[in-house]
């Protein structure tokens, strides 16, 4: 009886250590190439075989959760999950509220798409998705801004003629464009200080753990690999 108690314990502690070692990751799900939704219903896209490998460096085991993206946040400081790998631009007012790693992404630029050559980029209806980098700086240009929760809806709001250009990141942009009636106007628009995994302010450890990981990526070449396969924003 006595080695049976023991081995319970055991066994009890052992699966304790397995689940403080199960971290979830939150994406949108909805921000391709970043992060996607697969005909298997599964997350999928670059941010998908990132997270899924820096979990391998850090010897972690992950499990992936999808959030709205206009509740990201607020979902990650409640302990909805333990981190956010979402296409997420590292920014002062975002780092008011939670803590980021390194960039694993270089600042990719932004641009506008329309419809037309000749829309009026500083007077006309601008569609951003919300709580983005992207709609901030359309209510910095001063052009009339109208925000949608996702990015898919604000390139249907060009296209349907409710907003005169969207303003997105550059590489989500391309492959809308392309093969379609909508085209890249202006120029590009630099914003942001690159794209970086966010945690909550009280998760300094966890968080040096994929910063570790993201160096040692970094430092390998495997990093621009992948950034190289899935064409988003500039290598290291």
Request: charged content about 20%; glycine content about 10%; aromatic content about 8%.
């Amino acid at each position: 009886m006595k080695s049976i108690l023991l081995g319970t314990a055991a066994l009890a502690l052992t699966a304790g250590v397995a689940l403080a070692d199960t971290v979830r990751l939150g994406t949108e799900g909805a921000y391709p190439p970043y992060n996607f939704i697969n005909d298997k219903g599964e997350v999928d896209g670059f941010e998908r075989e990132l997270g899924d490998e820096l979990c391998k460096r850090a010897s972690l085991n992950c499990e992936w959760v999808t959030n709205d993206w206009d509740s990201i946040i607020p979902n990650l400081t409640s302990g909805n999950y333990d981190a956010i790998i979402a296409g997420m631009s590292i920014t002062a007012e975002r780092e008011e509220v939670v803590d980021f790693t390194q960039g694993y992404t270089p600042p990719s630029p932004s641009a506008y798409a329309a419809m037309s050559a000749d829309v009026d980029l500083a007077g006309g209806i601008i569609a951003a998705q919300t709580a983005t980098i992207q709609a901030n700086h359309v209510v910095d240009t001063g052009a009339t801004l109208v925000e949608y929760p996702t990015p898919d809806e604000t390139i249907a709001a060009v296209v349907s003629g409710e907003a005169d250009a969207v303003l997105a990141d550059k590489d989500f942009l391309e492959p809308q464009v392309e093969g379609s009636d909508l085209m890249f106007v202006g120029d590009d628009v630099p914003l942001g200080g690159g794209i970086g995994m966010a945690f909550r302010e009280s998760d300094d450890e966890l968080r040096g753990k994929f910063d570790a990981a993201i160096t040692s990526m970094k430092e390998d070449g495997s990093l621009n690999a992948l950034i190289t396969k899935w064409e988003v924003g500039g290598t290291w």
